[in-house]
Nanobody, 120 residues
Framework: QVRLVESGGGLVQAGGSLRLSCECSGSIFSFNAMGWYRQAPGKQRDLVATFTNAGATNYADSVKGRFTISRDNVKNTVYLHMNSLKLEDTAVYYC??????????????WGQGTQVTVSS
């Protein structure tokens, strides 16, 4: 059973930085894509940043230039480096991993989420 465990959330002032970590119980090469999503109160869960094993990355327009997704293949950990945080970045951040076959999603895994709160 795949487990994704997020950490690194917390309370930070606007303009500050945080680094989120997502530790995977298995090899991250088992997945076709991994990434981060977030959900603010009363809103849907939205993509923040993802990468594929082919090396492609994708960022939400709202975080481009401020957030960076990275991974440590040895530690099987994915990171989200967040800089210049804004009030609107406040949300629960979730780690996600996908397994696809011929482009079709066959397995979709989520962590439990970590709260990020940005204060003024």
């Amino acid at each position: 059973q795949v487990r994704l465990v997020e950490s690194g959330g917390g309370l930070v002032q606007a303009g500050g930085s945080l680094r989120l970590s997502c530790e995977c119980s298995g090899s991250i090469f088992s997945f076709n894509a991994m990434g981060w999503y977030r959900q603010a109160p009363g809103k849907q869960r939205d993509l923040v940043a993802t990468f594929t094993n082919a090396g492609a990355t994708n960022y939400a327009d709202s975080v481009k230039g401020r957030f960076t997704i990275s991974r440590d293949n040895v530690k099987n950990t994915v990171y989200l480096h967040m800089n210049s945080l804004k009030l609107e970045d406040t949300a629960v951040y979730y780690c996600n991993a996908e397994v696809r076959r011929l482009g079709v999603l066959v397995n979709d895994y989520w962590g439990q989420g970590t709260q990020v709160t940005v204060s003024s």
